[in-house]
């Protein structure tokens, strides 16, 4: 299966790229990840409205085509790990193209929200962009692992 995580931010630091190669050394062959980062638009001559608009339209720009379009954001459906496993399970049994937006310190637009396919909430809590990156990650293995019956999960 091949997933692609667009990422408003910086491209991930050491400590970052250590926890993602983790868990992705755990996926081995069952997953392939492609990390496409975009880069904020945070001025001070700007608008949070014009960095969110400036912003999507990169993002738009870097969704692979026919790819089912999962938003994160904190105002999404909040599953749990085993539920986000079925889904990701549905998308591997249609062989689909599966693109993660992770938006920016502002959020994303209500424009991509409305065209994405889902729309999810890992938490009521507010995480830092390079730690989500990492989440996001840990609960594609995690779904992974509950899809095999493997042990990770408990």
């Known amino acids: 299966m091949n997933l692609s995580i667009i990422s408003v931010g910086n ?3 050491k400590w970052e790229l250590e926890g993602i190669n983790h868990y992705l050394k755990q996926l081995n062959n069952h997953v392939k990840i ?3 980062n975009v880069k904020g638009q945070q001025n ?3 608008s949070i409205e014009e960095v969110i608009k400036l912003e999507a339209d990169l993002i738009l720009k870097k969704i692979p085509s026919d790819s089912f379009l999962i938003i994160c954001d904190m105002a999404g459906d909040k599953v749990s790990s085993s539920e986000f496993s079925k889904i990701f399970e549905n998308l591997m049994h249609e062989n689909t193209k599966v693109c993660f937006v992770i ?3 502002f959020g994303l637009s209500e424009d991509l ?4 396919n889902k729309v ?3 938490s ?3 995480f830092p962009h390079r730690l989500f990156r990492i ?4 609960q594609i293995y995690r779904a992974i692992s509950i899809i095999n019956n493997a042990p990770y999960h408990k």
Do not use: C, Q
């Open 103 to 105: 938006g920016g310190s």
């Open 135 to 138: 989440i996001l990650v840990e």
């Open 44 to 46: 001070p001559k700007r």
């Open 120 to 122: 999810l909430s890992a």
């Open 34 to 36: 492609d990390f496409i």
């Open 113 to 116: 929200k409305l065209i994405s």
């Open 124 to 126: 009521n809590f507010t």
């Open 11 to 13: 491209k991930p630091n």
